[in-house]
């Protein structure tokens, strides 16, 4: 080797070495970005059509919390958030004179679900947008509350929708504790202080008042399922059960307008907005996939804001339901995600 490729090659190995010193001592800190998160800017992204008016599809999938997610690898926004932010994108446009809003939801929190009930009202009266619900697998409970405000709401032939009510979740661990010989002293300052606690059986008077609070939930479910749908009284009586009912039997009772596919819903969109047949149809996405299309739920899947390290299945769910009152269909629940 002569000196001028030994002089090369110390000069290589000194610059590397160099480098490398300056990246352990932290003077230089390089980010290395792997996975989409929060922190990236929803883009709007064509599904098909070439039109200037725009239909803009809205995935709803899963547990309805305003609790963002976490993971190990990546940060989720709570479901209220991403809609909500989708809505105020949308509300931006005034190209976008449509919002299909695809819901596959068990429901969720009593709070979340109402905001995004408000929000959805609040995004029409202000753009006078149209608003097509398209019910996926499951649109129950809150599911179905976030869809009173559409001006129209199709099912697929295989949806399960209703549940309208509520239910108080209220975990007990009074006789695991006696069991094992643990007790818990309470001091509080008035009898009703520590009411729907789990180191205790709950007294008949607690019941009483909890009971209370159940039916004034369920009776604004109730009142708003009324005032956006015509339901008879016989259907009405029947909806109060709180049972869930197949697309055909909610279609009969007044809970959905039609059954059909998403490509049905698609068309009703258009037709409400009195668009035309080359509409653009449009999402917004933190990525970009290729041969994107309608039947795409990516990011837009939420946990409910707790942190998991593995997927656990039907049980990653029952995590998220803190106690407290839900408009929710547990059952389904179990594989919300």
């Known amino acids: 080797m002569n000196i001028y490729a030994k002089t090369f090659k110390g000069l290589m190995?000194?610059?590397?070495?160099?480098?490398?010193?300056?990246?352990?001592?932290?003077?230089?800190?390089?980010?290395?970005?792997?996975?989409?998160?929060?922190?990236?800017?929803?883009?709007?992204?064509?599904?098909?059509?070439?039109?200037?008016?725009?239909?803009?599809?809205i995935p709803i999938s899963g547990f309805i919390s305003d609790v963002p997610g976490f993971s190990l690898i990546e940060s989720k926004p709570s479901m209220?958030?991403?809609?909500?932010?989708?809505?105020?994108?949308?509300?931006?446009?005034?190209?976008?004179?449509?919002?299909l809003l695809k819901i596959n939801s068990p429901?969720?929190?009593?709070?979340?679900?109402?905001?995004?009930?408000?929000e959805i009202k609040k995004f029409k009266k202000e753009t006078g947008a149209k608003v097509i619900v398209c019910m996926m697998d499951v649109c129950a409970s809150g599911g179905y509350y976030i869809s009173l405000p559409a001006d129209l709401i199709v099912a697929h032939p295989t949806t399960v929708t209703g549940s309208v009510g509520v239910i108080f979740v209220q975990p007990k661990v009074s006789g695991l504790m006696g069991k094992i010989g643990v007790s818990v002293?309470?001091?509080?300052?008035?009898?009703?202080k520590d009411m729907g606690s789990p180191f205790r059986p709950q007294t008949d008077e607690e019941k009483k008042m909890f009971q209370a609070l159940?039916?004034?939930?369920?009776?604004?479910?109730?009142?708003?399922?009324?005032?956006?749908?015509?339901?008879t009284p016989e259907a009405l009586k029947n909806i109060a059960t709180g049972r869930v009912y197949i697309a055909g039997d909610a279609l009969k009772l007044g809970l959905v307008d039609k059954i059909g596919y998403i490509s049905d819903a698609l068309e009703e969109a258009r037709k409400l907005a009195k668009l035309t047949d080359d509409a653009t149809v449009i999402a917004y996405r933190r990525s970009f996939y290729p041969h994107d299309n309608i039947y795409n739920n990516t990011n837009n899947s939420y946990d409910g804001g707790k942190v998991s390290l593995v997927n656990l299945g039907i049980f990653d769910n029952i995590k998220n339901m803190s106690p407290g009152f839900y408009y929710m269909w547990t059952p389904s629940a179990m594989n919300a995600h």
Do not use: W
């Open 107 to 118: 429901g969720g929190s009593v709070t979340a679900s109402d905001i995004l009930y408000h």
């Open 185 to 192: 002293d309470v001091t509080k300052s008035g009898q009703n």
């Open 80 to 99: 209220l958030q991403e809609a909500v932010s989708q809505l105020r994108i949308a509300a931006l446009d005034p190209d976008v004179k449509s919002v």
């Open 13 to 57: 190995l000194g610059g590397a070495a160099m480098a490398f010193a300056v990246f352990m001592s932290g003077c230089v800190q390089p980010k290395f970005k792997i996975f989409t998160d929060t922190r990236d800017p929803l883009q709007e992204r064509v599904l098909s059509g070439t039109g200037k008016d725009k239909i803009l599809m």
């Open 214 to 231: 159940i039916d004034s939930l369920g009776q604004r479910f109730m009142d708003l399922a009324k005032a956006n749908r015509k339901f």
